[in-house]
């Protein structure tokens, strides 16, 4: 399937039936908290999207574009929010999306975003993009298993879905990668072009014509939450670190290293406390 054909397609993407359960909870009181839904909003990919792609529609005709979960909230009524929400299909079994490990798939997501605002800091960018592109960075992932699982099934035999690898085989056998399917999907929501530019180039940040460094945060944050979900050992981390993004960024191994992905140890709702 070419591209544009699969983008056209519509795509049922999961979203946590915790995540969803408690925003329901809290649009539900006299006075919904900002903050709290921020929260929510902020820890699934798929409602995070949607709640984007509604923000930046003709219907609000915004002067800019929105990055962020916290302005898109500020726009939208609780109708509106309790609509987008009752509506998100849940990722309720292991084969909401065939092929692919949902809680691992949430997990590193929100690792992504949170490891990319943290570089973003450490160079400067900006930290509401970082932590958006970094959130919907994979999302192009599910929605090729959900449009083609057979050939999606021939390529997790050769590799995992989070394998630091992953987009040299789907480009090989598909013409085109994850990373390029969540570009094109942020392009159709209209999301701002340096969050559309860092997911179109994340795997390849020096391919773009003009050097975006968001790309380059999150082919960086992307390494550090994949490489944890691989359980890479010291050696196998210094061998597979993209060390020229990182140089051009003036971020090395050490300063990637340190900003730690989340303890999820702590206890499951705790991924919401990460998020300001």
């Known amino acids: 399937m070419e591209l544009n054909a699969l983008l056209a397609q519509p795509a049922a993407l999961p979203s946590l039936p915790r995540t969803v359960a408690l925003l329901m909870s809290e649009l539900a009181q006299p006075e919904p908290s900002l903050r709290r839904m921020n929260q929510l909003f902020a820890t699934d990919p798929a409602l995070a999207a949607r709640l984007l792609e509604l923000a930046n529609s003709p219907a609000f005709q915004m002067p800019r574009q929105i990055a962020g979960i916290p302005q898109a909230l500020a ?104 990373s390029k399917v969540s570009a094109g999907l942020a392009r159709r929501w209209q999301l701002p072009e340096v ?22 945060v999150i082919h960086l944050a992307s390494w550090r939450a994949r490489a944890r979900e691989a359980g890479l050992n010291e050696n196998e981390l210094a061998v597979s670190f993209p060390g020229e993004v990182g140089l051009v960024l003036g971020l090395d191994i050490d300063m990637v290293l340190q900003q730690d992905p989340i303890d999820w140890n702590v206890r499951p709702e705790a991924a919401a406390d990460y998020v300001v």
């Open 195 to 216: 969050v559309v530019d860092a997911l179109q180039y994340q795997d390849a940040p020096f391919e773009n014509k003009a050097y975006e460094p968001l790309a380059g």
């Open 75 to 178: 726009l939208l009524g609780t109708a509106q929010l309790r609509g987008l929400v009752t509506s998100a299909p849940l990722g309720t079994t292991s084969r909401s999306v065939p092929g692919v490990n949902m809680q691992q798939f949430w997990r590193c997501s929100l690792n992504t975003a949170k490891l990319a605002r943290s570089l973003a800091g450490l160079v400067h960018h900006d930290q509401i993009a970082a932590y958006t592109a970094g959130l919907l960075h994979a999302l192009g992932e599910l929605v090729i298993h959900l449009a083609d699982p057979e050939k999606a099934h021939s390529v997790n035999t050769l590799v995992a879905p989070l394998d630091l690898r992953r987009t040299k085989v789907e480009q090989r056998i598909f013409g085109y990668c994850y």
